[in-house]
């Protein structure tokens, strides 16, 4: 491969695009901006969006982005040995000030260290100085816990985007390399690996992490966030593109947070509080995006929680959007959104029952019943959409064979009441049931919990297998737990994780010789119960939630007790005496 052909890779790709911005250098900050997968992948996600925006929207900052090269491409270029460059100018990202990478998945943790090696950056954050690019990582996985990553970055960035940008670009004008990572660390949301001092103890736990004397940094970095987003542009698809995940979509974030706070989702937790973002700022992006696009996706994990969300969608429907809202909380369906869907064309929907059984939902803290997750494919279905996806999880925590079986059933009677409403239209539609093990997460109630052991774990997938085989219009995809093994061992890790994580992205994502070969215990943590550790890898970073919080929740889920949002408490009080 030569520099050549990856010019003109370039410059193809941006002839296609719509949206990207191109500045001289001269007299600015230099950012390199990747997302650590391909260009197909990497388009469609809208942190990379909003930190490109965000970035050159500063007069002295320039932005430019590169990404993990195709197959094809990638293995040219190791054989080569030619470096990579940005897609604006085509410049070698090792020439730029600074390095940005916004991950988002524990699996493209290899590829952001390919996407260093491509860049002849060295690997380890100890190895560079003042003459290499600053590394930074952020993304959705430092709410979560930065450590198997943190010996990579020089920076750490914690926190939402909008409330981290100014305070990076300001830092970087510091041309002192040790005050630069100085200043950043006395910073809300800048956690700085290199200014901590770690110490385990005699069984391998974790003992202490302790910031060194004269660096300024803190005993713990809060995360950075918006307190609120009412003079805030919501997250938005800026650049448009054919050669993406989303191909013609709009993206466009209406709600940040949810309140319901299931006990197992990091992300319910990491953003609270909830805020929506202004609705006249959601239409006017998208009626200027309404050239480049036919369809629009509403990205939030509580859409229904923006109070004008029935405008919003009328409006988007009355511009000619085909309407694709993220996965829907049931609690919150009304008979006019889901009107408003089918009406922009939407003919599927997204909902997360979890599991089968009441039961369970208690457990979790998933506050629906079987009762009214029918009830909700009842508005679906009567109103015209065909099709339904559904999110399972198994390995919960007290879970036995009666709840595996209820997934089949309540599954089951979600199909009759798809095909009662199919025979009408003369046209059957299909129930798509996705089931992943529960990966216990850091920054949540079940952060000190075991993960269930693979072999437990398989004997249920393979019982769940035989009790849906051969329903018609009914499809399970029902993910390995080999997979979600070493998602745990990169979710709950500390940073003697590294070195699986370089032995894996050198090998070629080899994950169980990565660990044989570096000798890293996985079991030790991914098997292991926390409960009695009093230090976490992850409490390096203050997401604002307190453990007292997280260790009552653990106690409510042994006894399957729910903590209700205060919406749905204020309907409980209503609604008790009439029960009573």
Known sequence: ??????????QLILSKEVGSIRKPHANRLRVALAFPNTYFVGMSNLGLQTMYSLLNAHADVVCERFFLPPKQELAALLQSGMRLVTLESQTPVRDFDVVALSVSFEWDYTNVLTLLRLSDIPLWAAERDYRHPLVVIGGAVTFVNPEPLAPFADVIAAGEGEALVPALVEACGIASRSQ??????????FYVP??????????????????????????????AALKTTEACDPPSTRIFTPDTEFGSRFLVEVVRGCANLCRFCWAGYNYLPVRAFPTDRILQLAREARAHATKVGLVSIALCDHPDIEHILTSLKDMGYAISPASLRLDDLTP??????????????????????????????????????????????????????????????GEDDEDLVAIRDLTLRLRDIMMRHARGRGRIGRIVA???????????????????????????????RSLVAGI????????SERHSYYQALMSLGDRRVAPVIE????????????????????DFYIYRDRSADTLLPWDIIDGGMKAAFFRSELEKSARAEWTLPPKRARENARLLPMLT
Do not use: C
């Open 1 to 10: 491969m030569t520099i050549r052909s990856q010019r003109d890779s370039a």
């Open 472 to 479: 018609d219009n009914v499809w399970f995809n029902i993910k």
């Open 434 to 464: 996705s089931v992943n093990p529960l990966v216990p997460k850091p920054g949540t109630a079940y952060q000190w919990m075991a993960m269930e052991r693979a072999d437990v774990i398989e004997r249920k997938m393979d019982r769940l």
């Open 194 to 223: 290199s200014f901590y001092d770690v110490t385990y103890g005699e069984h391998g736990m974790l003992a202490t992490m302790t910031a060194r004397e004269g660096t300024g940094a803190p005993p713990t970095v809060r995360k």
């Open 503 to 522: 032995a894996a992205e050198r090998n070629g994502g080899q994950w169980r010789k990565a660990v044989a070969d570096t000798g890293v215990d996985g």
């Open 180 to 189: 630069l990572l100085r200043t950043l660390a006395g910073h809300r949301g």
């Open 336 to 397: 006019a959104i889901v009107r408003l869907l089918h009406d922009s064309g939407e003919r599927s929907l997204t909902i997360a029952p979890e599991t089968g059984s009441d039961r369970m939902r208690r457990v979790i803290n998933k506050t629906v019943t079987n009762d009214e997750i029918e009830a909700a494919a009842e508005l679906i279905f009567a109103n015209g959409l065909e099709n339904l996806k559904l999110y399972y999880m198994i390995g919960l925590p």
